[in-house]
């Protein structure tokens, strides 16, 4: 078993398909070991994407992610990384395969639903940015 860090984006969020993702994902075999809504700040923001600093579209997507609530989830399954972005799919909805929940929810590829950790490095690095230890069940 292995883990991944998820994120229901403020886009999901507010249109209210919460629910429904966190359903989807429990369909699709993941374990949620830890799970929270909360509002990003901007410094957060700029934080966890601070990758994507030199890419045109970092100001906006800052601006979108502390922009409303969001859900964070560290979730458990097997090869848990690869799995999560094969469950949610291309980053542009446009390029997602059916039945994925970019393809199901996104709206565009900036305001795109969810969030997955690339690597089991960055997911270990993103789910202790969200959880203390004593935050996920075991
Ligand atoms: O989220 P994912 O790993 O699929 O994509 P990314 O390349 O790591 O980009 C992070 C996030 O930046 C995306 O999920 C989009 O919300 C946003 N983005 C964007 O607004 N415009 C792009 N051309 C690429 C990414
Ligand atoms: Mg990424």
């Known amino acids: 078993m292995s883990r991944t860090f998820a994120m229901i984006k403020p886009d999901a969020v507010q249109a209210g398909n919460a629910g429904k993702i966190i359903a989807h994902l429990q369909d699709a075999g993941f374990r949620v070991l830890g799970m929270k809504l909360t509002q990003i700040s901007r410094q957060q923001a700029e934080k966890f994407y601070e990758v994507h600093a030199a890419r045109p579209f970092y100001g906006e997507l800052v601006e979108f992610m502390s922009s409303g609530p969001s859900v964070v989830l560290a979730l458990e399954s097997d090869n848990a990384v690869t799995k999560w972005r094969e469950t949610i799919g291309a980053t542009d909805p446009a390029e997602a395969a059916e ?15 969810v969030h997955g950790s690339d690597s089991d490095e960055n997911a270990a690095i993103e789910i202790a940015f969200f959880f203390s230890g004593t935050e996920l069940v075991g």
């Open 99 to 113: 039945g994925t929940i970019r393809k199901l929810y996104a709206e565009s590829k900036g305001k795109n639903a």
